[in-house]
């Protein structure tokens, strides 16, 4: 009798210790599908990501069915893309998330019509007014160092050269190009005084527009000290904002600020930002600033954000996390992650900035960092890394900004994030380092010719 007590004891405390097990489970909670347009054209496609947290931290698996159209995924990813219908319909999506045992739902409805013209989209680059007089900063960049050496397609020019100038126009105006933000360090620097006596003044600018890239590394000491913001201000309204070719949304003139995010870290964000709403207001301008505020995972809060009239990502190395190759996939989660900064800054109604980049490396000025090759795996074309964030640039875009994406970079030599034309030379990963790829790390460059531009140029068209 007495074994038969203890056996019923040993089954019913297994049974309340699964029980409880069962009891501690909690499903997994959607948070948003992005990105959130609930309106496209017949036969689109459009990738949807699920965002989604489960406080028992397992494995989710992912499901996503429609009422039309198709959908195409990968197994369980947490994005899909889908095509709409070859003729006008109301389609009801869904994707479930499961945790093997219980599970969330999100459906909504995506309305396809006739598509529509869309206006074409403002295509923005990172421009760098460095290379005045004989200084190209030789021996700074990576290309220099390449067996064999591949110079831009210009040679080490002098950027206030004006037949330099007037070729990287003419490059822009064939790849859809029609902004330059600027790198500007400060009254009477070199890229003030290239930008406002060479490039402001050329014959042939036309319809370029031109934004100041404020460079608070320089103008800001230790992204703490603001004692030069309100002279710089002043300066900025008196030169540059009255320009016919300055760029301007809904009438106000756009400024863009490096770093924005290191200013949120020290607390000097927004008294950074009053000082120069109110200097320029005083001087007669109402102005709009973009906030390189983006970086890595979006934010739980959005305070800072709401600060801003638009935020970018001006370190799309740093934040994508790209090394050696990016794969498709890091690309895909780079952009999910954009899209859910884009979401954030909505609620706010502050507008996204998408930003791409054709790779990185750094070697050639500093030590410290993995390469990021041009290519998206070791197996695909150079250029294929450019290719595929152009494109998901452009499905994020805000109608508020002109449907504004910015390139990391035009000319940013010493990174490696140019896409200015290179002479063509072979492929190589040899450089002059002593161990041959103390450069390369082993990564091929190959002397691309317009590769970039021509990439640009049929991915805005189409």
């Not at 007037?166 to 620097?189: D, R």
């Not at 001087?283 to 983006?294: L, S």
């Amino acid at each position: 009798m007495t074994q038969k007590i203890f056996y019923f004891f040993i089954v019913l405390l297994l049974t309340v210790s699964t029980s409880c097990d069962n009891d501690s489970n909690t499903p997994p909670e959607i948070i948003e599908v992005l990105p959130d347009t609930r309106n496209t054209s017949i036969g689109s496609q459009i990738r949807f990501t699920c965002n989604a947290t489960d406080e028992n931290e397992t494995l989710l698996s992912y499901t996503w069915k429609s009422s039309c159209g198709t959908f195409s995924s990968e197994e369980n990813q947490n994005y899909a893309y889908w095509t709409a219908p070859d003729e006008a319909s109301i389609c009801d999506l869904s994707v479930i998330v499961s945790d093997g045992e219980l599970s969330d739902e999100y459906t909504f409805q995506m309305i396809v019509e006739e598509e529509e013209e869309v206006p074409p989209p403002t295509v923005g680059v990172y421009y760098y007014p460095w290379y005045g007089g004989n200084d190209f900063h030789g021996g700074k960049y990576l290309r220099e160092h390449l067996d064999p050496v591949q110079l831009p397609e210009l040679g080490e020019y002098n950027d206030r050269d004006n037949e330099v100038i007037k070729q990287h126009l003419e490059w822009c105006e064939y790849a859809g190009i029609g902004l330059w933000v600027s790198s500007w360090w400060g009254p009477g620097k070199m890229t003030d005084k290239t930008l406002k006596d060479n490039i402001l003044k050329h014959d042939d600018l036309n319809d370029m527009k031109i934004a100041l890239f404020y460079e608070t590394s320089s103008r800001i000491p230790d992204f703490t000290d603001v004692s030069k913001v309100e002279s710089d201000m002043n300066y900025i309204a008196e030169n540059y904002f009255n320009h016919p070719n300055y760029f301007k949304i809904d009438g106000r003139a756009v400024l863009f600020i490096y770093l924005t995010r290191v200013l949120s870290r020290n607390g000097v964000l927004e008294s950074t930002l009053d000082i120069m709403r109110n200097t320029a207001n005083q001087a007669g301008f109402d102005i709009y600033i973009v906030g390189d505020q983006v970086f890595g995972k979006p934010p739980s809060t959005t305070d800072h954000i709401a600060l801003l009239d638009a935020i970018t990502n001006y370190d799309v190395y740093g934040s994508s996390g790209g090394k050696m190759y990016a794969t498709q996939e890091k690309v895909n989660n780079y952009y999910a992650d954009q899209a859910g900064w884009r979401s954030k800054a909505h609620q706010v109604g502050t507008s996204f900035v998408p930003a791409s980049a054709p790779g990185y490396n750094d070697t050639g000025v500093r030590d410290g960092h993995v390469p990021l090759s041009r290519k998206l795996s070791e197996d695909d074309e150079f250029g294929s890394l450019f290719e595929a964030m152009v494109n998901e640039a452009l499905q994020i875009t805000d109608s508020e900004t002109g449907n504004l994406f910015m390139i990391t970079s035009w000319n940013e030599w010493h990174e490696d994030t140019q896409i200015e034309p290179v002479a063509k030379a072979p492929a190589t990963n040899k450089d002059d380092s002593n161990s041959k790829q103390d450069y390369t790390a082993g990564l091929e460059y190959e002397g691309y010719g317009l590769r970039y531009l021509d990439i640009l140029k049929a991915v805005v068209e189409k």
